[in-house]
């Protein structure tokens, strides 16, 4: 009763306002209510918070001393403790306050109004005389066994669950539910299950039911019923939240602990339907076991390394299958995933990319500081900290003569020269260059390639050649033939190495060098060159021991005027020979020499050859310059024999002939010209020789013939004298 009280008062009473200006709260009770005691009659709105105090109620004369209301501290309800009578009071005016031990208001004062409900109980001044038949029935108001309900359940619903009963008449049924949970009765006492339940939101609830009159008064102490909900696998495992990627060390042994999986399963514990078992999907397990990577306890969840190695920078993402049913069939199934990172060691050496150097030459005279070489260095370790190298000169630099230079987070380092070198004191240098790890080396120690070794050649120095003059000059007139000597450049000592000559600048090419004595020759005519005008060129020598050594001179030309022409005479062409078949070879033609005693000779010359059509055919010939001519074979094979060939070379209306001799032989693979031979006096031809070789065989032959017959003649003498005649041989 005191609960269908407290139902009822708690939709009833109006809340109360905030606790600034708490209002009046308005509570009805019945007069001579004959149910249980204390009777809960309104909720005051206490403070949450713990409070240290007390609670106390106050109002109209005799209420607090004679105990009639009270709160309950613990649920906050405004109770009374016994049955009011409303002939003697109709109404109570209280104030409840929340104090300290020293009378400090902590909360309220709330004030409340308690009205009491009249009923009919007092008789009228007559007297009345009534019978009753009372007659015994059997108690179906009994307590009910418990009722098991499979959670989700699968039926239409309200779905009737059990069944109570009042044998009284007028009854009306009320249910409670601890928790509240969808149940319900209707008013034949039959009690429902509104909808599916949910075993891990509530695994039991416990139903009250009351029989009740018309004035909500309870015929009797409530029946309760324990509504148990069993469970069903509606629960697939729940995987661990995914967090940070674990970290393990490359060549960490095998059975190194990597995680544990822990899924949770909310359905009922120790059941088969929260039974997790786990099962490796990625990476997927390799047979034989030497090839997996990651082994995994299936019960357990707990995942270690394998026999298999793993790189440093790896990132594994391992997904693991948690199952319930211990991983029979028809179970859930959830996919865990731990990230894993293969941490970095330092276990490799620092090695050079290259371990032996070409050879680096140096001139002695090199400056310190120049840079040798750069040699460059990797780490196959992935962590900046274990790819710090340190570099040193190990061998081959007793004296100090070289430096290392390197930043300390690169790979590379130059080898510098640090003090002078000597050709005379090492010709060479063989220097060991070794690099290490700054930081402690896990594992095998530095292999061959962290050696490399550079070898450095030592270059002399040889001065420069001198020429005898830093510049040259000369006075050139313009009508100076080609062919004319100008000067001679000499070194300045005579007992220096040779030298070899060049032009470098003759853009006119009028000017050429012998390239051994020095000499300076004009190359053709100086046409175009006008009196009082300067040509400079400028004249190269390389000493010919070391080409690479050279000096240079200028030269300059002042041009003066023409001399006097002379007249032409034909020069005499010595004989030349050319080879047959055709060689690159030619013989070089001149126009006729000049003559101070006449005129009208000077250059330049046209050159062509004779109108003889043989020789049209067998001969070619260009002009080099306006002095000179090429003269070389037109077909690719000549008579070998001495051939005459005319040239006509001819100068404005005069025209001279030329017989240029020229013998065309055969030659060897140096173009030298091979001549037919004649026979040599008191030298045999090969007719004789021949002879003189049979007649020498004959001889031999009869002399052996006869040795043959003599011999044959004494052996058949032998043969016929007796046998007793024939000496006995004895040895003595």
């Keep these: 009763m005191v609960a269908a009280w407290l139902w009822l008062l708690c939709f009833l009473v109006p809340q109360a306002l905030p606790r600034a200006q708490p209002a009046e709260l308005y509570v009805e009770v019945p007069e001579n209510y004959g149910g249980n005691f204390p009777l809960y009659l309104t909720k005051l709105l206490l403070p949450r ?15 607090a001393g004679e105990g009639l209301f009270a709160v309950d501290p613990e649920s906050g309800f405004l109770l009374v403790t016994r049955a009011l009578d409303r002939e003697e009071q109709a109404e109570y005016q209280l104030q409840v306050t929340l104090e300290t031990e020293d009378r400090r208001v902590l909360w309220g004062p709330q004030p409340v109004r ?8 007092q008789a009228s001044g007559h007297q009345a005389t009534a019978t009753i038949d009372v007659s015994i029935v059997e108690n179906t108001w009994v307590p009910l066994d418990p009722v098991h309900l499979a959670e989700n359940l699968q039926v239409p619903y309200p779905h009737h669950i059990a069944q109570v009963h009042w044998n009284g008449g007028d009854v009306h049924y009320h249910l409670e539910s601890q928790p509240q949970g969808p149940f319900d009765v209707d008013t034949e006492g039959k009690l429902y299950v509104t909808q599916e339940l949910d075993r891990e939101a509530q695994a039991e609830y416990l139903l009250q039911v009351r029989a009740q009159n018309t004035h909500s008064e309870d015929y009797a102490e409530p029946l309760e019923l324990q509504v148990v909900v069993t469970d069903e696998n509606d629960n697939a495992p729940i995987c661990p939240p995914r967090g940070p990627s674990v970290s393990i060390p490359e060549l960490s042994p095998p059975g190194t602990k990597v995680a544990k999986i822990l899924a949770e399963d909310a359905d009922a514990p120790s059941s088969p339907n929260s039974h997790v078992v786990y099962q490796l999907l990625s990476p997927e397990p390799e047979e034989p076991a030497e090839l997996r ?14 026999a298999a190695q793993l790189q440093a920078g790896q990132n594994i993402l391992l997904q693991v299958l948690a199952m319930d049913l211990g991983g029979t069939d028809g179970g859930l199934s959830s996919t865990c995933e731990i990230p894993v990172t293969i941490t970095d060691i330092n276990d490799h050496a620092p090695e050079f990319t290259t371990s032996q150097i070409e050879p680096v030459s140096l001139p002695e005279d090199a400056e310190p500081g120049t840079l040798v070489t750069t040699l460059t260095a990797t780490d196959a370790d992935l962590e900046p900290a274990f790819r710090l190298m340190d570099f040193a000169i190990e061998a081959g630099d007793e004296e100090g003569t070289f430096s290392l230079d390197w930043e300390p987070d690169s790979a590379h380092v130059q080898l510098r020269l640090l003090k002078n070198l000597s050709y005379e004191a090492a010709p060479s240098h063989q220097l060991v260059v070794v690099v290490r790890n700054v930081e402690e080396l896990v594992g095998p120690g530095p292999g061959p390639g962290a050696t ?17 003059r830093e510049s040259y000059e000369a006075s050139v007139p313009i009508s100076t033939p080609a062919g004319s000597l100008l000067l001679t450049v000499q070194p300045s000592d ?24 020095g000499e300076v020759h004009t190359a053709r005519p ?12 400028l004249i190269e020598a390389q ?22 022409a002379p007249t032409p005479t034909l020069a005499p062409v010595p004989s030349r020979h050319l080879c047959t078949p055709r060689q690159d070879h030619g013989v070089v033609v001149s126009g006729p020499r000049e003559d101070p005693d006449q005129a009208g000779g000077h250059g330049p010359f046209s050159f062509a050859l004779g109108p003889n059509p043989t020789v049209q055919r067998d001969w070619r010939l260009r002009a080099l310059n306006g002095s000179h001519a090429y003269l070389t074979l037109g077909l690719h094979w000549v008579e070998p024999r001495e051939h005459v060939v005319p040239i006509a070379v001819s100068h404005n209306d005069q025209i001279w002939q030329i017989q240029v001799r020229v013998i065309v032989c055969r030659c060897n ?3 030298q010209c091979m001549r037919k031979v004649g026979r040599m006096k008191g030298m045999p031809t090969k007719l004789s020789a021949v002879g003189i070789l049979v007649g020498t065989l004959i001889a031999i032959g009869i002399f052996l013939i006869l040795i043959f017959t003599h011999l044959t003649l004494a052996r058949k003498k032998d043969l016929d004298q007796p046998v007793d005649s024939v000496p006995l041989k004895v040895a003595v």
């Design 526 to 537: 100086l046409q175009g060159a006008q009196p009082g005008d300067m040509y400079t060129v």
């Design 114 to 121: 308690v009205r009491v409900k009249d009923e009919n109980d």
């Design 669 to 671: 693979v140096e173009g």
């Design 494 to 517: 005579p007992l220096s190495s040779p030298l070899r000559f060049s032009l470098v600048n003759d853009s006119e090419g009028w000017l050429c060098i012998k390239e051994i004595s």
């Design 49 to 63: 918070e713990e409070t240290e105090g007390q609670i106390v109620v106050s109002g109209d004369a005799g209420v």
């Design 452 to 468: 490399a070794t550079v070898t450095v050649l030592v270059e002399r120095v040889v001065p420069p050649p001198q020429l005898d």
């Design 543 to 564: 000493d010919a021991d070391e080409p690479t050594l050279s000096t240079s001179a200028t030269l300059v030309i002042h041009f003066l005027k023409a001399l006097p």
């Design 293 to 306: 990577a990651f082994e995994l306890d299936s019960t357990s969840g707990s995942v270690t390394l394998g």
